[in-house]
């Protein structure tokens, strides 16, 4: 076998943990991928390297990097945060954008529309303006809607195809109409900043996936999800479940697909732990929510129209304290996961191709198969970062 690039190192995906495993990539695409005494072709003279090979990560909701934020209407910075991440091994996304003005969403969508087009992300999640007021977390709450399917007919004809998904609160007056409109053009319903009962959040997660899986549409995508499961709904008490029980009974049954930010600071690394354990990785994306100030120093950012200081890595809104966003990347979320005592696969399956399946895109994303793009992560012993591969050309870590 004459490829262009041979990799050697402990690979670590859904699929394959392999501790002398090689990577081969010819033409951008992976040709193999299993243990070195398989490879047909001629190695290296070399040991294997004492690090690991990962599929490239994929983040379900994040919302800027490096200085900038997706809620800008700015292709400029929003190429600069897509690439940034990019280079921080998170090679797919889908770019989320908080509550603003329907005219300022409809120039969001239509500007990430763009980077779509381009390859740099893999569509937008649109965060709002369906949202609970009671559970707004970092979203302005004067703007904040009902559902209105006249103004998501404006956000669809400004996204197109790109509009991949979008979080509202199922108790909103109008949502589960919402959601099957959605579901009916393949875009997923999230469940997120909600004060749904436990009836009405069970409710809407049945109905949203009966949706997707009767749509017959192209996209792939057959589970809803729920936008970063304990952050801004009510929690879980033993007499009033909630929505929490509603989203754990519905990913453990398959049926759903929970976010969980594990950064240590939205959610303990107990609770992270207990919900491997409840629902399993297959039931899990981990993501970041990140914002502007991810790679950057602490100090004073925006996100959307809120202004918000990071202070020791955490953000939160200057008006209210709410935690605003993340300031890690999935790599680090990753990371973390697993010091909290999660496997390595199974952080690394929940991290890729969990939300990759959830995207449509396990062809194309999230593991190391024969014939898949080639997106790989090099890293050592400690998990840190040593290169990215994206669709078999290495990514400037530069910035």
């Not at 910075?77 to 280079?87: E, F, I, Q």
């Not at 009974?249 to 303990?268: N, P, Q």
């Not at 680090?332 to 939300?355: I, N």
Request: charged share 15%.
């Amino acid at each position: 076998m004459n490829s262009e690039l041979i990799l050697r190192g402990h690979i670590v995906s859904a699929t394959l943990d392999v501790p002398d495993g090689v990577v081969a990539v010819d033409g951008g695409v992976v040709t193999f991928a299993g243990p070195a005494s398989e490879f047909p072709g001629v190695l290296p003279d070399q040991a294997a390297a004492p690090g690991f090979l990962l599929p490239g990560l994929v983040d379900l909701h994040c919302h800027g990097a490096h200085g900038s934020d997706f809620s800008e209407g700015n292709p400029d910075g929003a190429r600069h945060a897509a690439r940034y991440l990019h280079s921080r091994g998170t090679t797919t996304l889908l770019a989320s954008i908080v509550t603003g003005q329907p005219g300022q969403l409809v120039r969001n969508l239509s500007a990430l529309r763009g980077l779509a087009g381009e390859g740099l992300i893999a569509g937008s999640h649109l965060e709002g303006p369906f949202l609970s007021t009671e559970q707004c977390g970092a979203h302005d709450t004067a703007l904040l809607l009902d559902p209105d399917p006249g103004l998501v007919s404006g956000f669809l004809g400004a996204a197109g195809e790109s509009m991949v998904s979008m979080t509202l609160a199922a108790e909103l007056s109008g949502a589960f109409e919402l959601v099957d409109l959605l579901a009916a053009r393949g875009i997923i319903p999230s469940l997120g900043h909600t004060a749904a009962d436990h009836p009405t959040a069970a409710a809407f997660l049945k109905r949203a996936a009966g949706g997707l899986a009767a749509g017959g549409h192209s996209t792939g995508r057959r589970r809803p999800t729920v936008t970063h499961l304990f952050n801004a709904m009510p929690p879980l008490h033993h007499r009033s479940p909630g929505p929490v029980a509603a989203c754990l009974s519905a990913a453990r049954a398959g049926e759903a697909v929970v976010e969980l930010i594990a950064d240590g600071v939205h959610v303990a690394p107990e609770t992270v732990q207990l919900v491997f354990d409840l629902v399993g990785a297959d039931n899990i994306a981990l993501v970041t929510d990140s914002m502007a100030a991810t790679g950057l120093d602490d100090g004073q950012y925006l996100l959307g129209s809120l202004s918000v200081t990071v202070d020791q890595g955490v953000a939160r809104v200057d008006a209210t304290g709410a935690i605003a966003g993340g300031t890690s990347t999935l790599l680090e979320v990753l990371r973390t996961t697993v010091a909290a005592g999660v496997s390595l696969r199974d952080a690394v399956t929940s991290a890729s191709a969990v939300p990759a399946s959830v995207l449509g895109l396990s062809a194309q994303a999230g593991d190391l198969r024969p014939g898949m793009p080639a997106d790989v992560l090099v890293l050592d012993q400690d998990l840190k970062l040593a290169r990215v591969l994206r669709k078999g050309a290495w990514v400037n870590s530069s910035g």
